[in-house]
């Protein structure tokens, strides 16, 4: 199947233009469904997963949205001793380790088992992070959208449930559909490997309502790389102090965000320095406890204007920020931008992405810069 036949399989499909009302709930209920129909779907996810073992002296049964979880698989045993299997699928939204630390605790007297994360292409985490959290360790694996598809329509050619046979067609046009998704995705996202650009083929991403799920695993890919070289970063780490690496998204754009700070809570002072990447923006922030009085964006911007802010920007006579053009257009003859909320106080000056070298070795090289400095400066505050 070539790009072009994806795509068009993808307008013309009923169900596919049902799955957009909600993405994530849409397949996860279609899991949730064919497991409830043959258990046998349970080696979708868990390949090793013996069930005829279970059957014999085993009850098994799954739930849906049940604890905060996507799907619940419970185990319970003739003894009445309980297990539980988490399955937590995302395609629109990117997980956090945060997430899954919470997702791998007992549930009541029901004992963690295992947990399958889910996605397009590659996991987007290291899930050896989660390895001795909760006491559970090596419990977490990843099953891709293409994987899961093939096995679907593996389990439901032999499937001997009745309902299963009886929606065989809805099934293979449903793994089609994840085979479909999985490569336009993959097309995009690799299209300009080891670069963080997000061009791409945003008209045919934008009808199929999936250019969002792109621009977030474009931004994944970079952050990963910035991971990998986490202990770059970790030796420039002021005392006291934590080198912050996460990624969000905001207003269509996905954040990259690489800083150091002291945050304990919104009461307690604290500062951050660092870069945020927002869509083609390349940021130079700083961050303050908005409760203290005393601070505002001009007290930040002041207190650190020639050290590391540009205080040489002007926005008639000088667009540029460290030599680097800037589309920036501060308010009231500002010199930066600003977030402003009851809890913090943040300030920014940014230059173009498309103006600098995009190539992941570059950008960290330039960030890591950045990082340096920011240490020194904290050091000193």
């Given at each position: 199947?070539?790009?072009?036949?994806?795509?068009?399989y993808?307008?013309k499909s009923?169900?596919y233009q049902?799955?957009?009302?909600?993405?994530?709930?849409?397949?996860?209920n279609?899991w949730?469904w064919l497991?409830?129909?043959d258990?046998?779907f349970?080696?979708?996810f868990i390949?090793?997963?013996?069930i005829?073992?279970?059957?014999k002296?085993?009850?098994?049964w799954?739930?849906?949205?049940e604890?905060?979880?996507?799907?619940?698989i419970?185990?319970?045993?003739?003894?009445?001793?309980k297990?539980?299997i988490?399955?937590?699928?995302?395609?629109?939204?990117?997980?956090?380790?945060?997430?899954?630390?919470?997702y791998?605790?007992?549930?009541g007297n029901s004992l963690?088992?295992?947990?399958?994360?889910?996605?397009i292409g590659?996991?987007?985490?290291?899930?050896?992070?989660?390895d001795?959290?909760?006491?559970?360790?090596?419990?977490?694996?990843?099953?891709?959208?293409?994987?899961i598809?093939?096995?679907i329509?593996?389990?439901?050619m032999h499937?001997?449930?009745?309902?299963?046979?009886?929606?065989?067609?809805?099934?293979?046009?449903?793994c089609?559909?994840?085979?479909?998704?999985?490569?336009?995705?993959?097309?995009n996202?690799?299209s300009?490997?080891?670069?963080l650009t997000y061009d791409c083929?945003?008209?045919t991403l934008n009808?199929l309502?999936i250019?969002d799920?792109?621009?977030?695993?474009?931004g994944?890919q970079?952050?990963?790389?910035?991971?990998?070289r986490?202990?770059?970063?970790?030796?420039?780490k002021p005392?006291?102090?934590?080198l912050?690496?996460?990624?969000?998204f905001?207003n269509?754009?996905?954040?990259?965000?690489?800083?150091?700070?002291?945050?304990?809570?919104d009461?307690t002072p604290?500062n951050?320095?660092g870069?945020q990447?927002?869509g083609?923006q390349?940021r130079?922030?700083?961050?303050?406890n908005?409760?203290?009085?005393?601070?505002?964006?001009?007290?930040?911007?002041d207190n650190?204007?020639?050290?590391?802010?540009d205080d040489?920007?002007?926005?008639?006579k000088n667009?540029?920020?460290?030599?680097?053009?800037?589309?920036?257009k501060?308010r009231?003859?500002?010199?930066?931008d600003?977030?402003?909320?009851?809890g913090?106080?943040?300030?920014y000056?940014?230059y173009?992405?498309?103006?600098?070298?995009?190539?992941?070795?570059?950008?960290f090289e330039?960030i890591?810069?950045?990082i340096s400095?920011?240490?020194?400066?904290?050091?000193?505050?």
């Amino acid at each position: 199947m070539d790009y072009k036949t994806a795509v068009d399989y993808l307008k013309k499909s009923m169900i596919y233009q049902m799955s957009l009302g909600s993405k994530e709930l849409f397949h996860s209920n279609v899991w949730g469904w064919l497991i409830e129909n043959d258990k046998n779907f349970i080696n979708v996810f868990i390949p090793t997963f013996e069930i005829e073992n279970y059957n014999k002296g085993c009850n098994i049964w799954s739930k849906r949205e049940e604890k905060n979880r996507d799907i619940l698989i419970w185990l319970e045993d003739n003894n009445g001793n309980k297990q539980h299997i988490v399955i937590e699928n995302k395609i629109k939204t990117l997980p956090t380790i945060h997430q899954l630390e919470e997702y791998t605790v007992n549930l009541g007297n029901s004992l963690f088992f295992h947990g399958v994360l889910t996605g397009i292409g590659p996991c987007t985490l290291d899930l050896n992070e989660l390895d001795g959290k909760n006491g559970v360790t090596g419990n977490w694996s990843y099953v891709s959208y293409e994987e899961i598809s093939d096995r679907i329509l593996e389990i439901a050619m032999h499937s001997k449930s009745e309902l299963i046979k009886n929606h065989f067609e809805q099934i293979e046009e449903y793994c089609h559909i994840l085979k479909c998704i999985n490569l336009i995705l993959d097309t995009n996202i690799n299209s300009h490997n080891n670069y963080l650009t997000y061009d791409c083929d945003y008209d045919t991403l934008n009808s199929l309502r999936i250019a969002d799920i792109f621009k977030k695993h474009k931004g994944s890919q970079f952050i990963n790389y910035v991971k990998s070289r986490k202990e770059e970063l970790e030796t420039l780490k002021p005392d006291g102090y934590c080198l912050v690496i996460s990624q969000s998204f905001h207003n269509g754009k996905t954040t990259l965000d690489i800083r150091f700070s002291n945050w304990v809570n919104d009461e307690t002072p604290y500062n951050l320095l660092g870069v945020q990447i927002e869509g083609d923006q390349f940021r130079i922030v700083a961050e303050r406890n908005a409760r203290l009085e005393g601070i505002s964006a001009d007290c930040i911007y002041d207190n650190l204007k020639n050290k590391w802010f540009d205080d040489s920007y002007d926005k008639y006579k000088n667009k540029t920020i460290f030599g680097y053009q800037t589309t920036m257009k501060p308010r009231k003859g500002k010199k930066y931008d600003t977030y402003n909320t009851n809890g913090y106080c943040f300030v920014y000056q940014y230059y173009d992405v498309s103006k600098i070298e995009k190539d992941y070795k570059s950008l960290f090289e330039k960030i890591k810069n950045y990082i340096s400095k920011a240490s020194e400066l904290l050091k000193n505050m």
